[in-house]
């Protein structure tokens, strides 16, 4: 069973930065797409960033582009999200997500993470 662990989020001034990683245990990363999620109080949870098998494609929310980063180090079996020029429509709870293929991550994850509050004070 796939395993996934949040950590790096907080509280950040707006324009701040702030960093997420995912920690992976329980099958073999290379296998598997990953991704970040939000849920904002009072909304749905929302695609944010996806990358590859490879970490060679990458695709992200229009509303995060050129300030958003999903990377992963396939020897450390971890994925991060790097969060700069962070805005308070930022704050949400963030899910870290693995799936077999990016389309399903994209849309329809096969694991989520327990979540991580990311909160941009303006």
């Known amino acids: 069973q796939v395993q996934l662990v949040e950590s790096g989020g907080g509280l950040v001034q707006a324009g701040g930065s702030l960093r997420l990683s995912c920690a992976f245990s329980g099958r073999t990363f290379g296998y598997y797409a990953m991704g970040w999620f939000r849920q904002a109080p009072g909304k749905e949870r929302d695609f944010v960033a996806a990358?590859?098998?490879?970490?060679?494609?990458?695709y992200y929310k229009d509303s995060v582009k050129g300030r958003f980063t999903i990377s992963r180090d396939n020897t450390k079996n971890t994925v991060n999200l790097q969060m700069n020029s962070l805005e308070a429509e930022d704050t949400a709870v963030y899910y870290c997500?693995?799936?077999?293929?990016?389309?399903?991550?994209?849309?329809?994850?096969?694991?989520w993470g327990q979540g991580t509050q990311v909160t941009v004070s303006s």
């Open positions: 997500a693995a799936g077999r293929s990016v389309i399903v991550t994209r849309t329809n994850p096969d694991y």
């Open positions: 990358t590859s098998e490879s970490g060679r494609t990458t």
